[in-house]
């Protein structure tokens, strides 16, 4: 594929829902409908940099042909949305542009996608005296303006700090279904009605709850669903049905995405996941995985966009995952993220964190940095604190039951 070829499609015939179905309030994206009688909408996002034109039309193309309905895109600069405009004529499936801190870009992204996803909790980063009612009425505006819905993409990584602050500290479900919540009702009041919501945390549990949640306080509002971070294949998979399909089976999601660390040419792995996961809540078949069990040891790592800093990214989690099977039945969580708009503040919950930088990769434990080491001293380094962390488990574990 490249740029000058023909236009890309999705051909794929929808996946019937699962049953029964709440009856929420439908969105246009495009020539797609999430919510209302639809069927329930597959998403996927491209991994490849956005100003890489040639590589970002083959991946658009990679998960049109395997099934996805819309594709997001993230835009950080003016230079992606000049790349964006070179290849959005060509795309027939709807695109999503994905806005994290840089949501002043929406005006000039907006005639180029059909849908907006912007993060309530970064927009305090810019123009902070501005009060983020006047920032979300400003989208709106775009979005009207050029004919695109808005998600509102909560994440628990990224809990606005004014929000944070009302909760016990680590808590992130209260956080979110209040922020989310909070930017809903702001959205109705001002008349704006065609957007929809996601809640998404690397806890399949935290997930549940706070979709079901949400669904309870608006139930009109259509949900995107995600697990954040779900991470490798198959565990990324394993995770994401045990978070999606018992919300899916009780009618709630009416778009979902399945996030997995896989580089660029396998991310239609996605799709196939998600495919297979609405056929088996379909026929009834609830089952998360093998087993159904997953290793005490929990490896979250994100999916990669345009925004990953070092491609090495995705072998590095991979490593991680070999390196650390000694563990594999110790309950403690590594996170493992691909850049700094959201490396620092999703690697926050976990036990031990890295995220990655051009040439290097923070290690932290908890919210506190331990350093920065090159890409070839960071196993040996992350295995020294895995370590230091089983014993000093095993040590408090001993005094607690006085050995
Ligand atoms: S952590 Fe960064 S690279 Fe990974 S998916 Fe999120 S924004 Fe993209």
Request: aromatic fraction near 6%; hydrophobic fraction near 40%.
């Amino acid at each position: 594929m490249t740029a000058n070829s023909s236009r890309i499609a999705n051909s794929s015939p929808p996946i019937a829902s699962p049953n029964p179905r709440r009856l929420t309030r439908p969105i246009r994206v495009a020539t797609v409908s999430i919510g209302g009688d639809n069927p329930v909408v597959i998403q996927s996002m491209c991994a490849t940099r956005t100003q890489d034109v040639r590589r970002t039309l083959d991946q658009i193309q990679l998960l049109a042909r395997a099934g996805t309905q819309i594709v997001r895109i993230a835009v950080d600069s003016i230079r992606d949305v000049e790349a964006l405009k070179t290849f959005a004529g060509q795309v027939e499936v709807p695109l999503s542009v994905d806005l994290q801190e840089s949501y002043r870009l929406a005006e000039a992204v907006a005639p180029w996608v059909a849908k907006i996803r912007y993060n309530p909790g970064h927009l305090h980063h810019h123009e902070r005296s501005r009060p983020w009612q006047d920032k979300v009425r400003w989208l709106a505006e775009i979005a009207d303006r050029y004919d695109c819905a808005l998600r509102v993409g909560v994440n628990c990584g990224s809990i606005d700090p004014a929000i944070a602050e009302k909760f016990p500290a680590g808590e992130t479900v209260g956080p979110m279904v209040a922020l989310a919540t909070m930017h809903a009702e702001f959205l109705e009041s001002i008349g704006f009605h065609r957007y929809c919501v996601s809640l998404k945390d690397s806890s399949p549990e935290r997930v549940i709850e706070a979709n079901f949640a949400f669904a309870r306080q608006m139930p009109h509002v259509p949900l995107h669903l995600g697990l954040t971070e779900a991470g490798l294949p198959p565990e990324g998979v394993w995770k994401t049905r045990r978070a999606l399909m018992p919300l899916l089976a009780q009618g709630i999601g009416e778009t979902i995405r399945v996030s997995l660390t896989v580089p660029a040419d396998r991310k239609h792995e996605e799709v196939l996941a998600a495919q297979e996961m609405l056929r088996d809540v379909a026929s009834g078949n609830l089952e998360f995985g093998p087993g159904e069990r997953l290793p005490g040891l929990d490896i979250i790592s994100c999916p990669s966009c345009s925004r990953v800093e070092n491609e090495r990214f995705v072998d590095l989690a991979e490593q991680v995952r070999q390196m650390t099977r000694y563990a594999a039945d110790v309950p403690l969580t590594i996170a493992v993220m691909g850049c700094r708009v959201n490396g620092p503040g999703e690697t926050d919950h976990a036990d031990l964190g890295l995220w990655c930088g051009p040439n290097f990769v923070n290690l932290k434990r908890g919210s506190t940095l331990i350093g920065r080491f090159s890409y070839e001293e960071i196993l040996p380094r992350l295995k020294e604190e895995l370590d230091r962390l089983i014993a000093e488990r095993t040590n408090s574990e001993r005094s607690r039951i006085g050995q």
